[in-house]
């Protein structure tokens, strides 16, 4: 998984030949709707791999040490007519300004090697292969809601590693860890498809352990870097933003972004903009109903009333868990998807369905969704199990969603969609 970037540049130019490339690259979409188009190079200038008719401009990063050795680049472009363009050698796709129809669900993908004997990051960890088999899926948008990085920032290679007592230091993971954990595993999936990418609370500016926040912010965040950790922390986290696919093959769709990663923000949201016209998903990293975590009310003072979405879809519990809580007051509340399953160590459910609105639970291994929208039907969502024995990926059941008028239908669908798990062709 190392990748001796700089090295691997310098030996290029010696030997005469050119070293322009890209290390990564991928296509995320963000409030217009627009597609930002971003690369992470350690070996080119952004005029080297911008694509045709499309400049990139580099992202600040000089106030960063942990990413010193890095360029990223950017662009953005609205959406209107599907395109691929090339980052370097990498093949892209801006979607169209209409709604895709399989979209693929993973969450909490990094390895958790802390504390010690907690996940083997060699041979306990799935992500690669399960990164792998998504991308063979050939979905049209990736959503990733949240928690790429979980391991110590100790560095590559380093024997007996002892990380840094200061938690100034160990908080700030540098690029090793972000390459390691999410980039290079991640890679088949960020050129597969368009993401949707959604902060965790390990992007967050908590002080109590090390976090990802200067690789939120240099990688992710749709708006300008923070190079401080004081703004950091003053910063709100649910940064609001509606993605808004209109109606074409598939009924229109609006995914609405929550980055609030902190438990106690999903409070503090107006959600009086979200309306079921149409139908509406909202993304956020800490669900709003959760066994690891008190069940939390997202009506406040501000809007009494639930969110007008058919789907909340979450991670931050590393287990697969759907709930339906009983409607209130005739209003039909969102059906909640915690999907928390895609790499790190798992957990186990403490609770069997049919209390507290718990209507399905999946602990007994990796997982990730797709979720298919027909015209002009209902959406079906489809959990796909990774087995770690076999490394084969399998529907394992199906249900349907349709959001109505009067608020969200929910219920298990007569027959698994066994494709929805399966590679195209």
Known sequence: MQRPNILAAL?????????????????????????????????????DIAPAGLPMQERDDSAMAEMADLTVCEASVSLSDKKTVMVGPTQLTIPAATA??????????????????????????????????????????????????????????????????????????????????????????????????????????????????VGWSTFFSTVGLVTDLAVCERQTYHVDEMIRFDAGAFPALNIYLLNASRATTTRLVDFSKVTNTPETWITTHVPFWSEYGRFRDPRDSHYRAWPKASLVLSGHDHLFQIYKVADDNGERAPVQVIQGASGTSLQSARTPPGKGGLQYVYDADFSFNMLERTPPGPTRMTLCGFSRGSGDVSALQTWVIEQMPSGPTFGTAPTISVTACVPPG
């Open 11 to 47: 030996l290029a130019c010696l030997a005469g030949t050119a070293a322009s490339q890209t290390d990564y690259a991928w296509v995320q979409l963000a409030e217009g709707p627009r597609a930002i188009v971003r690369a992470i190079t350690s070996s080119a200038s952004c005029a």
């Open 100 to 213: 895709p129809s399989r979209i693929l669900l993973l969450g909490d993908t990094g390895c958790r090697d802390a504390p010690a004997g907690s996940q083997d990051c060699t041979s306990g960890w799935f992500f690669p292969q399960i990164a792998s088999a998504a991308a063979a899926l050939e979905p049209d948008l990736v959503i990733h809601v949240g928690d790429y990085t979980y391991r110590d920032n100790c560095g590559r290679d380093v024997e007996g590693c002892d990380p840094n007592p200061d938690p100034k230091v160990r908080r700030l993971r540098d690029w090793s860890v972000w390459e390691d954990d999410f980039f290079a595993p991640a890679a088949p999936l960020l050129a597969a498809a368009p993401w949707v990418i959604v902060r965790g609370n390990h992007e967050d500016c908590a002080p109590q352990d090390e976090r990802g926040w």
